[in-house]
């Protein structure tokens, strides 16, 4: 179904003579990721909606996407399996949010992820290799932002913990998916496999 609708997206294009003939493929890619993300934001925003947390959700995937796109992290080898890993540890993590109610264990986690950042960080993909500059700015960028992230999910949670647990509980849970697709993409890198 998904194919269809790429194929049609992309021969739209090259009747309208947006786009050549040669790069079709380039745009085929194209379309499939941006497809892809819309499905998976799609699941996503109907789970929330389910659960009745939206703002969670939002506040969660802030904190991943933030984390995620200066310290890297583990990448699927096809969008099919991204799409069921991302829905599958999305689903646990709003559990999680749901269930754990304890602050300080979320903390403790979190600590984790900023310490896999402050000494492992980034990770390169290897769909697109980092120069030495970019590795450092990178680096800097994320040690900043786990500890920037921390430091808000504390604040909220001691000055505001009657309201906003909900809050200080998602960023929490956003630093540790990525910690834990972090970990995974380390175990698999240094072994060299692709999953």
């Not at 040669?22 to 925003?45: K, P, T």
């Amino acid at each position: 179904m998904l194919d269809k609708i790429i194929n049609k997206s992309t021969d739209y294009l090259i009747s309208s003579e947006v786009i050549d003939e040669d790069d079709r493929d380039i745009y085929e890619y194209g379309f499939h990721m941006l497809y892809s993300n819309i499905l998976i934001i799609i699941f996503v925003a109907v789970i929330a909606l389910y659960f009745s947390m939206v703002l969670q959700t939002i506040v969660y995937h802030i904190t991943f996407i933030l984390l995620r796109s200066v310290c890297g992290g583990y990448h699927a080898s096809t969008q099919q399996k991204c799409f069921i890993i991302s829905f599958t540890v999305f689903v646990l993590s709003l559990f999680g949010i749901a269930i754990i109610s304890s602050f300080w264990i979320a903390m403790f986690f979190s600590l984790m992820s900023v310490l896999l950042i402050w000494f492992k960080a980034p990770i390169e993909n290897e769909n697109r290799p980092l120069s030495e500059d970019e590795r450092e700015k990178m680096k800097i960028s994320g040690r900043i932002m786990a500890t920037v992230l921390i430091i808000v999910a504390l604040i909220t949670y001691i000055l505001f913990k009657e309201i906003y647990n909900w809050f200080s509980i998602s960023i929490l849970f956003g630093m540790i998916t990525h910690a834990f697709l972090f970990v995974i993409a380390l175990l698999l890198e240094s072994r060299k496999i692709k999953l």
